[in-house]
């Protein structure tokens, strides 16, 4: 064998196994990543992202009251109730095909005891889809360190809104509220 021909055979394997070591995992939608402040247990860290990852099923197949299922009955985030959110995801589902999200998680944490604890989730992310008129992929909604609200019923994380839905936070000069998930 030639010096030509192993420096290529090198060459090729050397790429081939740099482009799988750093090629990150497709099928990763709802991540935190090593610098993610994580102030909760293993288990509900991982019920905290099972309900991302439910809501991401249900959008995915564009099912309604599978997204829906996850959002709090008191749901409430800057004048828009779950009614309210409800009419948006079906005008989503109208109009887009091919829907999926990602999402960063940079804190995840609890606050409060029994009936008012809240998980607190700060999370960078963008839902993307398919026009269903243009075949145009593009963003739908996007959303940079926005805290989720959510609240345990039945059992189940449920997004709650702002805050418990208690109040309405000011938002930044230049910023878009973010009601989806």
Not at 7 to 22: I, K, N, Q, R
Not at 28 to 41: G, H, M, N
Not at 91 to 105: A, C, G, K
Not at 124 to 134: F, I, L, Q, R
Request: net charge negative; proline share 3%; with cysteine.
């Amino acid at each position: 064998m030639t010096m030509r021909r192993i420096a290529v055979l090198l060459g090729v394997f050397l790429s081939l196994s740099v482009g799988t070591l750093h090629t990150p995992d497709a099928e990763a939608k709802t991540q935190t990543t090593s610098s993610t402040i994580q102030e909760v247990d293993s288990a509900t860290l991982s019920e905290l992202l099972s309900t991302f990852e439910q809501a991401e099923q249900a959008m995915q197949s564009q099912n309604l009251d599978g997204v829906m299922a996850l959002y709090s009955d008191d749901y409430y985030y800057h004048g828009l109730k779950k009614a309210d959110i409800r009419k948006v995801w079906a005008q989503l589902f109208d109009h887009y095909n091919n829907l999926e999200s990602f999402h960063t998680f940079s804190v995840i944490r609890t606050v409060g005891t029994g009936s008012k604890l809240i998980a607190e989730m700060t999370c960078t992310g963008v839902v993307w889809g398919t026009c269903k008129n243009t075949k145009l992929r593009s963003p739908v909604d996007s959303w940079y360190e926005e805290v989720h609200f959510l609240k345990k019923e039945n059992g189940r994380w449920k997004i709650t809104g702002n805050a418990g839905g208690e109040s309405e936070p000011i938002l930044p000069f230049g910023t878009a509220p973010h009601p989806l998930f």
